[in-house]
């Protein structure tokens, strides 16, 4: 793909990847402020909300990694009309 062709980005792709991003950093705010929040003893409920919006984040953020890979095998297998299979091309036996 990187010999010259220009890539087409999934938009949707792009989308579920930033957001995906903004989703764990958002959690990381959310778990100081129950860990802040909550009495002694009770910060592994600050933990494991932290761990549950990360792994949601890494699923989310896997999803787009898919959509732009298969977008990617849809552009690469997409042949020019220059590129198509010429009988007359090959060798004589």
């Known amino acids: 793909m990187n010999n010259g062709e220009s890539t087409n980005v999934n938009a949707v792709a792009k989308i579920a ?3 995906a991003i903004l989703n764990a950093i958002a959690w990381v705010f959310i778990a100081i402020e129950l860990y802040d929040n909550l009495r002694l003893g009770q910060g592994w409920i600050a933990f494991f ?3 549950a919006g ?3 984040s890494f699923f989310i953020y896997c999803i787009g990694e898919g959509l732009q890979l298969l977008q990617d095998i849809k552009d690469g297998t997409r042949k020019p009309k220059e590129a198509r299979f010429d009988p007359e091309e090959l060798p004589d036996l």
């Open 49 to 51: 909300s932290f761990a």
């Open 17 to 19: 990847k930033v957001y």
């Open 54 to 56: 990360l792994v949601a």
